[in-house]
Nanobody
Framework: QVQLVESGGGLVQPGGSLRLSCVASGSIFTGAAMGWFRQAPGKQRELVATIASTGTTNYADSVKGRFTISRSRDNAKNMVYLQMNSLKPEDTAVYYC??????????WGQGTQVTVSS
């Protein structure tokens, strides 16, 4: 069964940290480059971090140096993580994970809300 389940979001003060987790179930994700996306109210969904099956990572300029993406495999499930440090109010959004390539993407999960506010 193909499924994406994100977790780990919450309310945090500016400068704080959160670690997001994603369980990507389904063989479609095996070997696929995975990414974390986010969508703020009134804005389009944007790709913020990617990790290839080789471990090579890339980041949007807006999060470079503050976010770290990683991945692991637990039995038949692909796990994708996003460590977010030095959070800013502009990081507030719903965060989603999925494959980067459109032909490997599954239906979007429910996402996890990240709110950065004092």
């Amino acid at each position: 069964q193909v499924q994406l389940v994100e977790s780990g979001g919450g309310l945090v003060q500016p400068g704080g940290s959160l670690r997001l987790s994603c369980v990507a179930s389904g063989s479609i994700f095996t070997g696929a480059a995975m990414g974390w996306f986010r969508q703020a109210p009134g804005k389009q969904r944007e790709l913020v971090a990617t990790i290839a099956s080789t471990g090579t990572t890339n980041y949007a300029d807006s999060v470079k140096g503050r976010f770290t993406i990683s991945r692991s495999r637990d039995n038949a499930k692909n796990m994708v993580y996003l460590q977010m440090n030095s959070l800013k109010p502009e990081d507030t959004a719903v965060y989603y994970c999925n494959a980067v390539a459109r032909n490997r993407q599954a239906p979007w999960g429910q996402g996890t809300q990240v709110t950065v506010s004092s």
